[in-house]
């Protein structure tokens, strides 16, 4: 019998730190409440709670994990429109030898005060006037350690700081005063040396949008930024980055002001355009190569690496920007018919003359993590949600390790009712993609979030440790893992 078991429910008996010895679990009795996963939370923090631990959490995971997502989605009767724009709360798994904790905090950004204290939404009239691009930032995207201080990332304004420790909000991060409020992604990407290369779009800057280059040291100090030209006010979510060279690709998915108050309400889908990739030298950012790709939109990017005359990368391609537009009752009901998810695919990028070419893999994937070893360079592993186009799954529990290289699969399957997360790898050893798994589900049948550390090279063997909070948390989208 394998590990498999372990998570099909706390009945399932485990001898602790055993791999073997479980027995199968009743199957589900109830209709999974898949609205748990975009249910809002109530209160300004979560207090600390310890988790139910089976097996045991290796010595390199113990640490913090962060994770951020959209934990306000409604107030006084009213819901937003999309989920991206729910109020971002972080969320903090502690793993010790003495167990697993949990906590989470709204980030205490201009919108949420303001909105907690009239108590309905009010962002955009004369109550509560909008004025810039903070006013409307939800800070509900991603986090990253920079300087001793956790920060909380969305993609259309400010980072925001909160203590690592108890998550309280420590005021916007302002790299600049000229970069104050500037868009600033929740992707940021290590160099070699331990700096950071971070985009920011401003599509409705100058004629057809700005986009803002930052690269900043570990410790937090702004070391040079510079900004672009856009061809068009297209949308980026994230990007990739070579030895030499960022790439920016730029979905044809451009912003019209007119349709809408909120950032995401105000991007149309115009495929005729075709997508554009923005190739910029490292070494000197006023360089930029243009190249043409066939229209398609990608929020998330793998391993990219130069390949002669050409660079390569990974992403998650989706045919059409229809996830941009799903209101939050149809994140809630799923997969919706004849709406493919994304695939895993190769992007090929020519240096020189010629259009790049998508070499789509069979894998629906999402959230892809490398080993961040191997930044900038030709790797194979990633390790993903796994997406399936089966209707009667509304939700992924799957997860996944993909060897692009060597074309072979391994997935684990959270089971029936469970919503699979951002799964990170902490790297435990000398080959790339050895180390540890470590990410959290929704059990939206017993209504309990999980956090589960796997062998990063038998994920086929599931959990080596499981870990049950004594609660639901609203579905979050990425996070970061702090050593010790």
């Not at 113990?62 to 934990?71: A, D, E, M, V």
């Not at 409604?74 to 724009?85: I, L, M, P, T």
């Not at 040079?224 to 297209?234: D, E, T, V, Y």
């Not at 391994?410 to 180390?435: K, M, N, S, T």
């Amino acid at each position: 019998m394998d590990r498999r078991t372990l998570l099909q429910g706390m009945g399932a008996a485990l001898l602790a730190g055993c791999t073997s010895g479980l027995r199968p679990a009743a199957a589900p009795s109830r209709a999974p409440d898949w609205a748990l996963g975009w249910r809002s939370l109530t209160t300004d923090a979560l207090a600390p709670v310890e988790a139910r631990v089976q097996g045991r959490f290796p010595d390199a995971l113990h640490g913090t994990l962060y994770r951020n997502g959209p934990g306000r989605m409604e107030r006084a009767g009213q819901r937003v429109s999309h989920w991206f724009n729910g109020d971002g709360m972080v969320q903090a798994f502690g793993v010790s030898p003495r167990g697993v904790t949990h906590h989470g905090r709204f980030v205490s950004t201009f919108k949420y005060q303001h909105e907690e204290r009239l108590g309905h939404y009010a962002l955009g009239t004369a109550e509560l006037p909008a004025r810039g691009n903070d006013a409307h930032n939800t800070a509900n995207t991603s986090v990253l350690m920079v300087g001793g201080e956790l920060l909380a990332l969305w993609e259309a304004g400010s980072a925001y700081r909160l203590d690592p420790e108890t998550l309280e909000t420590r005021g916007t991060k302002d790299w600049s005063p000229e970069l104050t409020g500037v868009p600033f992604s929740a992707h940021p990407l290590p160099e070699r040396d331990g700096s950071y290369w971070n985009f920011g779009l401003a599509p409705y800057a100058d004629e057809h949008g700005l986009m803002v280059l930052y690269h900043f040291s570990a410790d937090g100090r702004l070391l040079q930024s510079s900004h672009l030209p856009m061809p068009f006010p297209g949308y980026a979510h994230a990007f990739a980055q070579t030895e030499r060279h960022l790439v920016v690709v730029l979905a044809p998915l451009l912003w019209e002001q007119e349709r809408g108050v909120t950032w995401f309400d105000a991007e149309a889908w115009q495929p005729s355009l075709g997508t554009t990739v923005l190739v910029v030298e490292k070494a000197d950012l006023t360089r930029v190569v243009r190249r043409e790709l066939p229209a398609g939109f990608a929020f998330h990017f793998g391993h990219a690496w130069e390949d002669g005359d050409r660079l390569r990368a990974y992403a998650c391609w989706y045919e059409d920007a229809h996830f941009m537009h799903l209101t939050l009752d149809q994140n809630v009901q799923g997969r919706v018919k004849g709406l493919q998810p994304a695939l895993l695919a190769q992007l090929e990028i020519p240096l020189g003359a010629g259009q790049g070419r998508v070499t789509r893999s069979p894998h629906g994937a999402e959230f892809p993590v490398v080993d961040p070893r191997v930044p900038s360079r030709r790797g194979s592993a990633h390790f993903v949600t796994l997406e399936t186009a089966d209707p009667k799954l509304p939700h992924s529990g799957a997860i996944a390790r993909i060897d692009v290289e060597r074309g072979k699969v391994q997935h684990f399957d959270y089971g029936p009712g469970i919503i699979a997360e951002e799964h990170l790898f902490v790297p435990g050893g000398p080959r790339e993609g050895q180390g540890w798994l470590l990410g959290t589900s929704l059990d939206c049948v017993r209504g309990q979030t999980r956090l589960a550390a796997f062998d990063a090279e038998h994920l086929d063997d599931g959990p080596v440790a499981l870990a049950t909070l004594p609660r639901a948390l609203p579905l979050g989208f990425h996070g970061t893992f702090r050593k010790g």
